[in-house]
């Protein structure tokens, strides 16, 4: 019987000492079992077991050339992800394709502020790319590397699936909700643009053209309304609804684009002792959970965030194993009137 070795990890070439057999013959045993008898696989396990060795994960990478792992290119530094609950349901989403198609989830965020430096170092067969420019230098770099990839939250690109949702579609809606309730001061709490290069992209810019759409049919404009860009955080919405009802005049409904933000301006219109929906009206965007049961209960565009993440693993796994292209999807949205919301008072 084999003894344990001393002083150090295992070896394969250990294991092929150990069982009278080559080195070959041992990566064989795990990575193709095919090439051996079946004796002669049970004998190399049997001494592997015994000596306490497995293979390295990093050179069974390297020799099939595949990570079994799909990546997440994340916008934003890590922390400020894991803060906002919209990433916690998204990730559930590709999280269920990763369990069932046995696949493990690598999170990438910007590396030294730069998603570009970010997509050397990601160790994984594919990715999903979440709220990038498509002409950008990141997606110019993941096609001359040959990767594989989904877009999320981004412009239609021709060359790569993607997946969005009827951002358009949904702002309309809650924007034309809150018009046909009589409102007229509206104040939007909009997600902070970036840098703007070529005017609003992506889904903060087909929101805000939903929203002029549903104000145009009321005679108004976007030169109408309130508008504040902020991080999405709760105590950056805390902040902007501050400043918002210091206008004049006051704002009589806020429209957040992410429930995030309008958790945020509820507590600064309670701080300020405003009621809601009495005196200021609030709408959001995602019906995150806590949306459900949060007070009051918030009246929001629902977005089947879990969804989309699905589907963008789904997408994904098929381009990595050289399946189907799919094509680009738009998921529905609805709007769910809930508690925060009401006619104006006069």
């Known amino acids: 019987m084999p003894s344990r070795k001393v002083g150090g990890k295992p070896t394969s070439s250990d294991v092929a000492k150990a069982a009278g057999v080559s080195r070959s013959a041992v990566s064989f045993a795990f990575n193709n079992p095919q090439r051996l008898s079946s004796a002669t696989r049970e004998r190399i396990l049997a001494v592997a077991g015994e000596l306490g060795y497995t293979p390295s994960p990093l050179a069974k990478m390297l020799q099939s050339g595949a990570t ?7 916008p934003q530094k890590l922390a400020q992800v894991l803060e906002n609950p919209y990433y916690a349901r998204f990730l559930m989403g590709v999280g269920q394709v990763c369990d069932q198609e046995g696949y493990t989830l690598l ?20 990715f999903i790319v979440c709220g990038l420019q498509t002409e950008g230098a990141e997606v110019t770099e993941l096609e001359r590397r040959g990767a594989p990839f989904v877009l999320i939250d981004s412009d239609r690109y021709e060359n790569a699936p993607s997946v969005d949702v009827d951002d358009r579609g949904g702002a309309y809606e809650v924007a034309r909700y809150l018009l046909e309730l009589g409102h007229r001061r509206l104040a939007v709490l909009s997600i902070d643009p970036g840098p703007l290069t070529r005017g609003y992209r992506g889904p903060l810019g087909r929101r805000l053209a939903g929203i002029g759409d549903a104000l145009a049919e009321a005679g108004l404009s976007m030169d109408d309304v309130a508008l504040a860009e902020v991080p999405v955080s709760r105590t950056e919405g805390f902040r902007a609804a501050r400043e918002l009802m210091s206008r004049d005049p006051r704002p009589t409904a806020i429209l ?15 701080e300020l002792g405003l009621d809601v929906p009495g005196d200021v009206a609030v709408t959001g965007f995602d019906d995150l959970a806590e949306s459900a049961w949060f007070r009051p209960r918030l009246t929001t565009v629902r977005q089947p965030i879990v969804t989309k993440g699905r589907t963008a693993a789904d997408f994904l796994i098929s381009a990595i194993r050289g399946e189907d292209q799919h094509p680009h999807q738009v998921l529905g949205t609805t709007l769910i009137v809930r508690d925060s919301t009401a006619k104006p008072v006069m």
């Open 68 to 74: 079994n792992s799909i990546g997440v290119l994340l």
């Open 107 to 126: 999170l990438s965020p910007p590396l030294q502020d730069s998603v570009l430096k970010a997509i050397p170092v990601a160790a994984a067969d594919g």
């Open 256 to 270: 957040a684009l992410s429930d995030v933000l309008a958790y945020g301006a509820v507590d600064a219109l309670a």
